[in-house]
């Protein structure tokens, strides 16, 4: 995860190489280290440095990792004449590379080529079954295709393997709930919360699909874990403080009689409403009295 003086930094590099400050090669160095995409950005200063000679040849044995981050970032923005030019580059001085065989099969995929990419990754695992990029772009594939199923089943496999990819049971979790099985999308986020039990986000993208299951014990968790987003994120998540009060109202008309619950869940509430009322007030006060309005409606 990108943080937030990297971000400054990059952010930084960007505008000094934009407004002609210099620096190309070190904000592209820092795009690759921090791995994230700005493919315009990449593919624009990248060739301003590959079709300058005197720059080029400043690299060193650095230039071919130009060409290949130039080729990813070339067939992001669909200008695949240019990303089919770094490959054949990068070819001839890696006649056998299976990493070059990779981008070769990316290309194929970008082009629509879709079962011969298919056919080149399988070919490329045999040689090394643990390549995580394939195993992702496998499952890229059955997604451009809309086969959703099978890229279930991709990411299943994929994470069988990698069990510790956050990404990729986010991803499988995201397209869970994009099929209604949010049983199978709370287990993407248990695993989630296990792993990264601080991440406030995942316990609110988990609490928000047990209150989509519904259910007395669901809700109560649920209520938990939006309780634990509010936790740890000071207070400040207004979307866990609705599900704090949507969650102890669905609970009062399932768990009627409860005395003691229902006076906890009451207090519980309370204070999530006044959170509400407090931060709608300095911050859209002209919604309060909608705010108000929805709150009135979820009373104990």
Request: charged residues 30%; hydrophobic residues 40%.
């Amino acid at each position: 995860m990108v943080t937030k003086t990297e971000e400054a930094e990059l952010n930084r590099l960007e505008s000094q190489v934009e407004h002609g400050g210099g620096g190309a090669w070190e904000y592209l160095c820092l795009i690759r280290k921090l791995k994230i995409r700005r493919s315009d950005k990449v593919l624009k200063h990248g060739l301003s440095i590959l079709n300058d000679p005197k720059k080029r040849s400043s690299l060193g044995d650095e230039e071919w990792t130009l060409y290949e981050q130039v080729a990813v970032a070339a067939m992001d923005c669909h200008s695949l004449g240019v990303a089919q030019d770094c490959i054949k580059v990068l070819s001839k001085k890696f006649p056998d590379s299976k990493r070059v065989g990779r981008l070769e099969a990316m290309l194929l995929e970008a082009k629509g080529c879709f079962e011969e990419a298919e056919n080149a990754y399988l070919s490329l695992l045999e040689d090394n079954p643990l390549d995580q990029v394939i195993h992702k772009r496998r499952v890229a594939i059955a997604k451009a295709q809309g086969d959703i199923l099978k890229a279930i089943e991709w990411l299943d496999k994929y994470l069988e393997i990698f069990m510790a990819d956050h990404d990729a049971w986010r991803e499988l979790a995201e397209i869970y709930i994009s099929l209604q099985m949010y049983k199978q999308a709370a287990f993407c986020y248990e695993e989630l919360i296990l792993a990264q039990p601080t991440f406030p986000l995942y316990h609110l993208a988990y609490a928000d699909v047990l209150y989509t299951l519904g259910g007395l014990e669901n809700l109560q968790t649920a209520k938990k874990y939006y309780a634990s987003t509010i936790d740890l994120t000071g207070g400040k998540n207004t979307r866990a403080l609705y599900g704090i009060c949507l969650c102890t109202y669905a609970i009062a008309q399932l768990a009627k009689g409860r005395n003691k619950e229902d006076k906890e869940s009451g207090e519980l509430q309370s204070l999530a409403a006044a959170a509400l009322e407090k931060e709608y007030k300095s911050r859209a006060p002209s919604k309060l009295p909608l705010l108000n309005s929805t709150l009135k409606n979820l009373r104990l």
